[in-house]
């Protein structure tokens, strides 16, 4: 922090003297290193060649051969939740994230609002001289902030961060992102026919934000959060990187595991003896209808193939993005800046299950749980990772990429938590190309960073006392491999699911809808020896019954300490009166006692949770239009090709085009529009009830002014158009067209004026609540 000043004031400035010092923020200790994070989402250990999988990651393994692999480096099994330790250094509960944003609740550790008393690490690195940068996803600003009226403090400027440049939300298109940057939305600079995907741009901002800093400020360190889509779903890849894994997964995920295994363990990431556990290895059959892995042997020709290219595509989304992140390391190599910088290379989260069995082409399918079509899939085999698709491999490979351990992302098994970690900092690292096993966890990383950088972490900052970092530094494991674990004890929570590790040992429980309905009480608890048994592969519960209740009761006191109750899984257990209990904890963007919505040109995209709600119901869409004879474009368009709505004029015709799901054909009416005058332009659609699949079914009419002209049966989604992709937009379309009709344009309005667009969801009668919050709240 500045000093106070010790100039001297007088009544003339002839005799006063200044001290500009004061006023000069402070300065980064001498030789202090920069820092470069890379969080990549939803990786396994055994996908990427540092750790023995088939997946080419030549920039991380160039960093592994002149650093550190760490093999026992552990996360939250979740997005959200991890990314908020990277933030502040403590467990996701005290951060307020047990969850993702959208699922928050009103309880201190289910809020996503992140209290002033759990500091940034930027904020704080800020403070002690270093430049922040932020490029990537989110996910860690408060769902009831997503919009452009809301406060920004929780945004990443507000955070402690000097720029960003990337994007809010769990989850994007990486061809047609919904970005944003400092604290505003924005259209991406150009498109994938130019050559456009969002690994790229943000490996081109990354390297503009360190640039600049450079030029002026050349002695100042920076840390910069590089936080790329991949390899979260949609799993999207230029063709050639796609192209280079042809065959590579062709003896099928179960074959995988048995020949990745050996290799983890030739590598030195896991000793010898290392067992592999089962592919199901729920052992009460809880998550078999999403999360089963359907073996490799009960297969067809044709799913061996899709399921195959699944992972292709994945595997070349993975190393083009290294590619990118390869230009950065590229850039500090030639810039002399790489000695000194301490680069973390690692992952948020195990591999994602979140693929059902099947995979798909459009993971909007599943989360709206709708079944996928194989014979459609097929057809667009040759397209998976392009434009025309929004895929996810299935469970099997999420099994395959997270060898040998148990399950996958969003479980405390080590098949959700533990994962891929290089450290490089040839400056403070004499070690080269060696493997460390001491157990950490993504708390440890802030810790870390402050250590390296000789910075002390405030008891006090900005007024208000600051909670103490949860986790250690795990710089004592540089340069002694066979220094004792710092760390003594670390609890895991999610959707219920518990699980704490001490002194070699750890407890989990299985928790899901069967166990869920009979209370926690009657969860059945298992132990591992992890010290001998990395895989969690032999249950000692009924072996040794008094550290199982050494440990419950130390998760107990965990749980108490950091906000962990109470212990929300009302997202996945199967009774309606608790799905409407949640319902009314989830926040809810508050509807006008009028039940309508009124939107204007000429403002920023509304991201689709904060836009009105018109998903399961019954809706009117009304618009106040002066027209000409040359108007066209669109009037409000919401969603996307796999999924999305909009009402546009185009060639004399007034369109509105309902794309369920990215399954063609769209629904779309169309009637001719006036050539003049002021008119009311617009649509309704009746709900008059549910398909097998539960989406809404019903009659859509179309009207210009009182006259309806045109009608149609059309079905709807019941979840979100997307996670979080592109949101409502009024005089245009972003990103990727809602229409065929308008493929591959924003096709602007003109040629007349949108005065406004009214949503109107007053009237519905049919709402069915538990399938509702099914929708809404499958993905995480």
Same mark, same amino acid.
């Given at each position: ?75 939250? &099994? ?31 550790? =289910? ?37 452009? /009226? ?26 047609? *992102? ?16 130019? /050559? ?9 901002? &990354? ?128 810039? $002399? ?67 040998? =351990? ?8 080590? $098949? ?11 400056? $403070? ?69 518990? +699980? ?18 009979? +209370? =926690? ?23 040794? *019954? ?10 107990? &006191? ?38 309508? =919505? ?17 998903? /399961? ?5 009304? &618009? ?52 003049? +005058? ?103």
């Amino acid at each position: 922090m500045a000093r106070e000043f010790q100039g001297k004031v007088e009544l003339d400035v002839r005799d006063s003297q200044g001290d500009w010092d004061a006023f000069l923020p402070d300065k980064a200790p001498t030789g202090a290193p920069n820092v470069l994070v890379v969080l990549y989402d939803d990786t396994g250990q055994a996908a990427w060649s540092p750790y023995g999988g088939r997946i080419n990651m030549p920039t991380m393994d160039r960093l592994a051969a002149g650093g550190l692999t760490y093999s026992q480096w552990h996360t939250t &099994a979740l997005c959200s939740p991890t990314r908020s330790t990277f933030l502040t250094g403590r467990n996701h509960h005290m951060n307020g994230f047990a969850s993702i944003s959208e699922s928050s609740t009103g309880f201190a550790g =289910y809020s996503s609002h992140i209290p002033p008393s759990n500091a940034t690490m930027a904020n704080v690195l800020r403070e002690a001289g270093w430049s922040t940068f932020w490029v990537g996803k989110n996910h860690n600003v408060p769902i009831d902030e997503w919009t452009m /009226g809301a406060s920004k403090k929780r945004w990443p400027l507000g955070m402690g961060y000097d720029q960003f440049y990337g994007f809010i939300g769990g989850e994007t298109n990486n061809w047609y *992102p919904s970005l944003a940057e400092g604290n505003r939305y924005i259209d991406q600079p150009y498109g994938p026919e130019d /050559g456009y995907h969002l690994s790229k741009d943000l490996a081109d901002q &990354a390297l503009r934000m360190i640039r600049d800093s450079k030029q002026t400020e050349p002695d100042k360190p920076w840390y910069l959060w590089f936080c790329p889509g991949a390899n979260h779903a949609p799993h999207h890849a230029p063709q050639e990187y796609i192209d280079k894994y042809k065959g590579a997964f062709d003896d099928g995920y179960e074959a995988y595991r048995e020949w990745v295994l050996p290799r983890m363990i030739e590598r030195g990431i896991l000793p010898e003896g290392t067992e592999l556990t089962p592919l199901n290895p729920m052992s009460d059959g809880t998550y078999t209808q999403t999360d089963y892995v359907r073996p490799w042997g009960e297969l067809n020709e044709k799913e061996r193939a899709m399921f195959c290219r699944m992972a292709e595509v994945y595997a070349g989304f993975s190393e083009y993005t290294d590619a990118q992140v390869g230009r950065i390391v590229d850039y500090l190599e030639e810039s $002399g800046q790489l000695e000194n910088t301490i680069i973390f290379y690692c992952a948020d989260n195990g591999a994602s299950g979140e693929g059902s069995p099947n995979g798909s082409v459009n993971e909007g399918k599943i989360f709206g749980g709708y079944p996928d079509d194989l014979e459609q899939n097929l057809s667009m085999v040759d397209k998976l990772g392009s434009p025309d698709t929004y895929n996810h491999y299935p469970t099997g490979w999420a099994a395959a990429f997270t060898t040998p =351990y148990r399950m996958f992302k969003r479980y405390v098994y080590q $098949g959700g938590i533990c994962d891929p970690l290089v450290i490089h900092w040839p400056a $403070g690292i004499k070690a080269k190309g060696e493997v460390r096993h001491q157990y950490h966890h993504s708390t440890d990383i802030v810790p870390t960073i402050y250590e390296a950088c000789g910075v002390e972490f405030p008891d006090v900052f900005e007024g208000i006392e600051q909670t103490p970092l949860s986790g250690v530094s795990m710089a004592y494991s540089f340069d002694d491999a066979d220094a004792p674990t710092a760390k003594k004890t670390q609890y895991y929570e999610m959707f219920g699911n518990r +699980g704490i590790w001490h002194d070699g040992w750890k407890a989990v429980t299985e928790h899901g809808p069967v166990s869920g309905m009979s +209370g =926690y009480d009657k969860d059945k608890w298992q132990l591992f020896h992890t010290d001998v048994d990395r895989s969690e592969a032999d249950d000692l519960a009924q072996d040794h *019954p008094e550290k199982v209740a050494e440990l419950k009761a130390r998760w107990m &006191a965990e749980a108490e300490a950091n906000n962990v109750l109470p212990l929300n899984d009302l997202q996945i257990i199967g009774n309606p009166k608790d799905f409407e209990t949640f319902m009314k904890m989830e926040f809810h963007v508050p509807v006008p006692p009028s039940g309508q =919505y009124v939107y204007y040109p000429g403002t920023s995209e509304i991201p689709e949770r904060s836009a009105a709600n018109v998903h /399961g119901v019954s809706y009117k869409v009304f &618009a106040d239009v002066d027209l000409e004879p040359d108007s066209q474009g669109v009037i409000f368009a919401h969603g996307s090709r796999f999924g999305g709505h909009a009402l546009f004029i185009k060639d004399g015709q007034l369109s509105y085009a309902y794309n369920f799901l990215g399954i063609p054909p769209e629904d779309r009416i169309s009637a001719p529009v006036p050539t003049s +005058g002021r008119h009311i332009l617009g649509v309704e659609f009746v709900k008059e009830g549910t398909g097998q699949f539960r989406e809404g079914t019903g009659p859509l009419r179309l009207y210009i002014d009182d006259q309806q002209v045109g009608e149609q049966q059309i079905r709807t989604v019941l979840g979100h158009f997307s996670l979080c992709g592109e949101g409502l937009c009024i005089g245009y379309d972003s990103g990727d067209s809602v229409s065929s009709a308008y493929a591959g344009d924003r096709f602007d309005f003109t040629g007349g004026t949108i005065h406004k667009v009214v949503f109107d969801i007053a009237d519905d009668a049919y709402v069915d609540v538990e399938a509702h919050l099914r929708a809404a709240m499958a993905r995480d």
